[in-house]
């Protein structure tokens, strides 16, 4: 009779084991998923620490920060993004989600000195693409009479009437030896003809 008990209650627990450890499993599985599912948050803080303006990318992923992430920090510019490190490289978070860059002193920025930094992560295995942006006035003030001046200056960039003299001239030479050539041609080409008219009369 004991023995029959014992079995049973052996039986009973052996079957909650077996059923419960699946559960358990499972369980696990599914809050990792959640947690993988869970997107990514960046804060972008622009502070001055001991005289030193620094970027600093917070990314997040719920309550967790995440670490090894690789962060990318531009300025926008008239036509395009300047990065703030060499060669575009990019930064990566530490421990606390946090990836910082120090920002120039010399930038120049608008009338009122404002410049619109933004910190990028592109194409992410876990988190994609996003990017967080925001404004400060740590630019280098340019007045509008000198930003006139260097826009009116002759330059390899600039429009054609702003291109360097020196280059104006070079494709000025260079268009009329081609047709100086082109009218010498032609020339000898009718030349050869009426010699041809003479000799056969």
Known sequence: MINNFRNKWLRKLFIGIAISIPMCLFAQDDKQAEAENVPATMKLKLVVEDSVKTCKAIIMAGDKPLEGIQVKFYVKRFFGSLPLIANGKAVSTDETGVASVKFPNDLPGDANGTVIVSAKVEDDDNYGTFEAKDSVKW????????????????????SGNKAPLYLIYS?????????????????????IKKAGKVKKV
């Open 139 to 158: 630019g280098t003030i340019v007045s509008t009479a000198l930003q006139e001046e260097e826009w009116n200056e002759r330059s390899l960039v600039g």
């Open 171 to 191: 494709a000025g030479v260079i268009i009329i030896i081609v047709w100086g050539i082109l009218l010498y041609v032609i020339y000898s080409l009718v030349k």
